[in-house]
Every structure is written in C-alpha cells, then in structure tokens.
C-alpha cells in the first residue's frame, strides 16, 4: 500500500510535545518538523516543514487544557496533511476531550462527542488512536476505524510489584456503578475482591457517598477510574473508605488526569496515600506533587503506530 512503502511520520501538537518525542525515541525515528504559531487575534496557523506525500502520517495532540485550542490545532493539523496528500492520516489522541457528553442527559443537551468524532472525520482523519474513552460507545460514532487502548494494564503491572505477596489484603473499588465493569475486570486480573461507591451527583463535578458496597475494613484499597477532573469526587470517596469502611490505606489510579480547579490542593489535604496517573495529559510543573506518580504510555502508543503502520493486528495484545 502507498503509506506502507513510503515509511510514517509522527508530528506533535502543542499539547503533547514530550509524549510525541518519547514515542520517536521509542521508534528511533525523528519527530517532524512542523510550525504551529497564533496570529495576532488567536487564531491558529499551522505549517509542515517536511513533505507528507504518500506518507502515513500519525499526528500526536491530546484534546485537554485548553481544550479548544487543542483541538482546533489538530483539525488544522489534519487539514494540512491532508492537503499536502499524506498517504493516511491518524489521530492519536491519548486523552480525547469532550468525551463526558455522550447522551443526551435531558432534553436540548447535545451530543459532543459525536460532534466532535464528524468534525475529526470531515478535516481528513482516516483513522483515531486513543486511549480509555470516557464512554466505550463513543467508538461507533465514527465512521473511521478507531484504534481503543486500555491503561488498566499499566495499573495491574505497577500495583502488582508494589503488593507483592500481599493481595489477601487488597480490594479494588469501582468509584460509581457505571464502572464496575471496567474494576471487576482489573480485580479479576488481579486475583482480588472487589468494591463500590455507592453515589448521587446533584449537578456536574459534585457528587455525594451514600454508601460502600462490600468489605473494605482493614484493607488496603485501589480506587480505579478513567480520569479525574476536580478531584471532588475522587476524595470524597477516599474519604468515605476511611470514615465509613475503615479502609486502612486508599490507593487511586486514573488513566487521565485532568485536575482542573483546586484538585492539587484537593488532593494534598485528601488522606490517599498515592494517586497514580497516566501521561496521557501532561502533568505541568505547578501539579507535581509526592503524592501524585505519573507512568508513561510512550511505549504502548509507540508499538501501536508501528502495528498500525505495517498492518499488524492491534486487539490481540491491547
């Protein structure tokens, strides 16, 4: 095929500069050359340095803060691949933003993520790499491949080394109902039992524990969830394992951590005991913080675009 015989090429977006460079490394292959600048009113300009002719290019750009900026960049990026006749073009969008609204919640919502899966579709994408979609379902609003990693491997491989021989005395917790299957998969991986936050949400970012289903007195416990915005909810929780299931010590991993508003402080006042993320968003100097860790998903993401590239199948190990 013509992209296979003309190599691949990975450019970054502004949003995810040091993820892009560790994927080339990982690949052993440059990032491109790519100008991205504003003009004087905000708007952004784009410009390729290098040709993509028959090349299968795979642009890097996480959609986070500031979320349309980002994304605008990347439709930009697609756009000018696409006019300077890449042989194919991918999206990889390790945190794919507006996620969150899925459905229609009530009446006269919109559905923005189906919004935004037609507008990546009409720029010139022809195909999507992302990483742990807030709602799996999002997959079938495009009518492009999409290529769907999992981080809950990243989290088995990093608390298995830490509770070695100590897993009687480990139970994972799904924050709400809506993700007790994505915990019962990790606590069946794991060889543990299994808990849930029992919750309401009055309104957007707030919720309230009502109760802890299952056994986590005396426990050491691992909160698994897909992003954390605010942090509210998640230390609400945390709270709740301690003050209410006498939860011995509360662990908690998230494939993308947002941590808008006041979550760092949040989280520093929070008696979790470590809170462990993936890169999939750039953690910025002001948010690093002891209790936070940060594991790298460059060489996941890097094996991918080389499957992805020479045709290899994808789902039989991820």
Same mark, same amino acid.
């Given at each position: 095929?013509?992209?296979?015989?003309?190599?691949? #090429?990975?450019?970054?977006?502004?949003?995810?500069?040091?993820?892009?460079?560790?994927?080339?490394? $990982?690949?052993? =292959?440059?990032?491109?050359?790519?100008?991205?600048?504003?003009?004087?009113?905000?708007?952004?300009? @784009?410009?390729?340095?290098?040709? =993509?002719?028959?090349?299968? &290019?795979?642009? &890097?750009?996480?959609?986070?803060?500031?979320?349309?900026?980002?994304?605008?960049?990347?439709? !930009?990026?697609?756009?000018?691949?696409?006019?300077?006749?890449?042989?194919?073009?991918?999206?990889?969008?390790?945190?794919?933003?507006?996620?969150?609204?899925?459905?229609?919640?009530? +009446?006269?919502?919109?559905?923005?993520?189906?919004?935004?899966?037609?507008?990546?579709?009409?720029?010139?994408?022809?195909?999507?790499?992302?990483?742990?979609?807030?709602?799996?379902?999002?997959?079938?609003?495009?009518?492009? +491949?999409?290529?769907?990693?999992?981080?809950?491997?990243?989290?088995?491989?990093?608390?298995?080394? #830490?509770?070695?021989?100590?897993?009687?005395?480990? $139970?994972?917790?799904?924050?709400? &109902?809506?993700?007790?299957?994505?915990?019962?998969?990790?606590?069946?991986?794991?060889? =543990?039992?299994?808990? !849930?936050?029992?919750?309401?949400?009055?309104?957007?970012?707030?919720?309230?524990?009502?109760?802890?289903?299952?056994? @986590?007195?005396?426990?050491? $416990?691992?909160?698994?969830?897909?992003?954390?915005?605010?942090?509210?909810?998640?230390?609400?929780?945390?709270?709740?394992?301690?003050?209410?299931?006498?939860?011995?010590?509360?662990?908690?991993?998230?494939?993308?951590?947002?941590?808008?508003?006041?979550?760092?402080?949040?989280?520093? /006042?929070?008696?979790? #005991? /470590?809170?462990?993320?993936?890169?999939?968003?750039?953690? @910025?100097? /002001?948010?690093?913080?002891? #209790?936070?860790?940060?594991?790298?998903?460059?060489?996941?993401?890097?094996?991918?675009?080389?499957?992805?590239?020479?045709?290899?199948? =994808?789902?039989?190990?991820?």
């Amino acid at each position: 095929m013509r992209f296979t015989e003309n190599g691949f #090429k990975i450019f970054s977006g502004s949003a995810s500069k040091d993820m892009s460079l560790e994927i080339a490394n $990982v690949l052993e =292959v440059p990032v491109g050359q790519m100008e991205v600048a504003k003009f004087s009113d905000g708007e952004i300009k @784009v410009s390729l340095a290098e040709t =993509v002719r028959g090349v299968d &290019v795979f642009l &890097v750009q996480s959609t986070c803060f500031p979320v349309n900026d980002n994304l605008m960049e990347l439709l !930009i990026m697609i756009d000018a691949c696409r006019r300077a006749s890449a042989g194919r073009i991918t999206a990889v969008m390790p945190y794919f933003g507006y996620a969150r609204q899925d459905r229609k919640a009530k +009446p006269r919502d919109p559905i923005s993520a189906k919004l935004i899966a037609d507008v990546l579709t009409s720029a010139g994408a022809n195909r999507v790499l992302t990483m742990d979609l807030h709602a799996l379902q999002i997959q079938g609003f495009f009518n492009i +491949p999409v290529d769907h990693l999992i981080g809950a491997p990243m989290f088995f491989k990093y608390f298995s080394e #830490k509770f070695n021989g100590k897993k009687e005395d480990l $139970v994972i917790v799904s924050p709400d &109902v809506g993700s007790v299957t994505r915990t019962r998969v990790f606590a069946a991986k794991m060889d =543990v039992l299994m808990a !849930i936050v029992d919750k309401r949400r009055p309104k957007a970012n707030m919720c309230e524990v009502l109760n802890i289903i299952g056994n @986590v007195q005396d426990k050491s $416990v691992i909160i698994l969830d897909d992003m954390i915005d605010t942090a509210g909810t998640l230390c609400n929780a945390v709270s709740a394992l301690k003050k209410i299931g006498g939860a011995k010590d509360v662990y908690a991993c998230a494939t993308h951590g947002i941590l808008s508003g006041d979550a760092i402080e949040i989280i520093k /006042e929070s008696p979790m #005991k /470590e809170l462990v993320l993936l890169d999939t968003i750039p953690l @910025v100097k /002001e948010k690093k913080i002891d #209790k936070i860790k940060v594991l790298s998903t460059a060489a996941l993401f890097a094996d991918v675009i080389r499957r992805l590239h020479w045709e290899e199948p =994808v789902s039989s190990d991820y």
